[in-house]
């Protein structure tokens, strides 16, 4: 079983920064990617940025250039830096984590969430 513990989140003003971690503990097997996605009241979970193990990183277009995301393999964490922060960032952030226990299929698992709202 995995356990993912989200940090960093609050308040800030526009034009702000932020930083989320999330760390992954417990028998998570080879990572294939950690990320984060968000969740704003009425609208549907979507992808903020994602990190695969070989170091790709991929970008929702409305965070591209303004939020950038960053992995310490050696302690399971991965980072989110927010900068430039909207009032339209405002959601709960999800930490996810895909991984596989071979020969088991892949897995996916999420954190808590930790809320980020942005003031205009």
């Known amino acids: 079983q995995v356990q993912l513990v989200e940090s960093g989140g609050g308040l800030v003003q526009a034009g702000g920064s932020l930083r989320l971690s999330c760390t992954a503990s417990?028998?998570?097997?080879?990572?294939?990617?950690m990320g984060w996605y968000r969740q704003a009241p009425g609208e549907e979970r979507e992808l903020v940025a994602l990190?695969?193990?070989?170091?790709?990183?991929d970008y929702a277009d409305s965070v591209q250039d303004r939020f950038t995301i960053s992995r310490d393999n050696t302690k399971n964490t991965v980072y989110l830096q927010m900068d430039s922060l909207k009032p339209e960032d405002t959601a709960v952030y999800y930490c996810?984590?895909?991984?596989?226990?071979?020969?088991?299929?892949?897995?996916?698992?999420w954190g808590q969430g930790t809320q980020v709202t942005v003031s205009s």
């Open positions: 990190i695969t193990s070989g170091g790709s990183a």
């Open positions: 996810n984590l895909r991984g596989r226990i071979w020969p088991m299929n892949p897995y996916t698992d």
């Open positions: 417990g028998r998570i097997g080879s990572m294939i990617a």
